[in-house]
């Protein structure tokens, strides 16, 4: 039988039918993280952040908004993910800019997914700083601070007698 048939049954005889159910499940996990800019205002698309998987290689990348977030954007999940979890890690990825400090630190981000048994997944997302400890959320410091040189002269003037 192909999909969408229908048939009936007569009476004292015997059908065969096949049938195939297939199940599908998915949701989402949006990773989060924070710029925070100390001794100057924070501007949006400041700073930029990765999410790399346990191998390395970049997933996503954001810059941050007006109040210092990284939103990295939904990782999809299937039905052959329940079960699982997946290990990210959220580093700061741009230093190209002058005059600041930069956070070398690097969280961990671990996704469970489970199955909810309707279709849908139900993720759980838990960060760890550099320690392992569990923390709210990654957060990288950076500093503004110039640089540059300045040449300073100065003289003196004696006023009332001579100079010796």
Not at 43 to 54: A, G, L, M, N, V
Not at 117 to 133: F, H, K, P, W
Request: charged fraction near 25%.
């Amino acid at each position: 039988m192909q999909d969408g048939c229908t048939g009936t049954i007569q009476g004292n005889r015997t059908a065969v039918a096949h049938v195939t159910n297939v199940y599908e499940a998915s949701g989402s996990a949006c990773l989060l993280a924070r710029a925070i800019l100390k001794g100057r205002t924070l501007q949006r698309h400041q700073f930029q952040s990765e999410i790399r998987d346990s191998e390395g290689t970049v997933l996503r990348t954001a810059t941050n908004e007006e109040d210092g977030t990284f939103v990295f954007g939904a990782i999809g999940y299937t039905a052959a993910d329940a079960g699982k979890t997946f290990e990210y890690l959220v580093v700061e990825s741009d230093r190209m800019n002058a005059g600041y400090s930069y956070d070398d630190s690097t969280y961990t981000a671990l996704v469970g997914v489970y199955d909810n048994g309707d279709g849908t997944l139900r993720e759980t997302v838990q960060y760890l700083d550099a320690r392992g400890e569990p923390c709210a959320m990654p957060s990288f410091d950076a500093g503004g601070h110039a640089r540059g040189e300045i040449e300073l002269s100065a003289w003196k003037e004696l006023v009332g007698r001579a100079y010796d």
